[in-house]
């Protein structure tokens, strides 16, 4: 599996998104995580349809459109009329989540689905199958710049076996708290889509920092052969 690194964008700064996103495609992103907060689901708001279609028309890479937000079904096709290439939805959010999945390929995009810290990777058994990707969440979601949550790192390897005997194909993304400390335990447990916020965007050279953080992630591929 190829070990990618997708910045999230919710640490840059708003006012030059574009040019923020550029230099973390530069620094080696192949995927641009966006997040999306709608104030009831979590306790923040961050932005809509219209950036995503801002960001389109700027950045090549797929965006990866991570949806934290109650009734995401009213709100997956405008996603993917802004040119939203994936989506994820919450478990903990979906009534009914094989039907939101279908609804997000019928739109011809690649679903996911997202679980919190407290929710355990076994709620999944029945959507393995339907998804491009599972989002571990390594921290309670809402906010950048938060302590990753070791517990992650068992439900990732449970994830990685789970694939194995199931002969499916789903790629394993982790979110928050990955930083150079986190990154190759990630790898190592069997992620390979690595979402970092703060620790590209929050300080420094931003090329510089994906670039590094990157090289830690793919520096522990090797260990895990
Ligand atoms: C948190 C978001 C994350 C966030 C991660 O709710 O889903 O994508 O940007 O930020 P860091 O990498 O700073 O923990
Ligand atoms: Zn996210």
Redesign the pocket.
């Known amino acids: 599996m190829k070990i990618e690194l997708a910045p999230?964008i919710?640490?840059s700064n708003f006012a030059q998104l574009g040019h923020d996103a550029q230099q973390a495609i530069e620094g080696g992103g192949t995927v641009l995580?966006v997040?999306v907060?709608d104030g009831h689901f979590?306790p923040?708001i961050t932005l809509g349809p219209p950036v995503v279609k801002s960001l389109r028309k700027v950045v090549q890479v797929p965006l990866d459109c991570?949806l934290?937000i109650e009734n995401p079904d009213l709100l997956i096709p405008d996603f993917a009329a802004a040119g939203a290439d994936w989506i994820s939805v919450h478990q903990e959010a979906c009534i009914h989540l094989d039907r939101t999945l279908h609804l997000i390929s019928s739109h011809g995009c690649k679903p996911g689905v997202v679980i919190n810290p407290a929710t355990p990777v076994e709620m999944l058994t029945e959507v393995l199958d339907l998804v491009h990707h599972v989002l571990v969440?390594s921290?309670?979601?809402?906010?950048?710049?938060?302590k990753?949550i070791p517990n992650a790192l068992n439900k990732i390897a449970a994830l990685a076996r789970m694939r194995v005997e199931r002969k499916l194909e789903f790629r394993i993304e982790v979110?928050?708290?990955?930083?150079l400390t986190t990154a190759g335990d990630v790898v190592k447990a069997g992620a390979e889509l690595l979402?970092?916020?703060?620790?590209?965007f929050?300080h420094g050279d931003i090329r510089t920092n994906a670039k590094q953080l990157l090289e830690a992630a793919r520096a522990a591929t090797f260990a895990r052969a």
């Open positions: 999230s919710l640490s995580h997040d907060m979590v923040n991570h934290m969440m921290v309670n979601p809402g906010f950048g710049g938060q990753f979110d928050g708290g990955i930083d979402v970092a916020g703060n620790a590209v929050g």
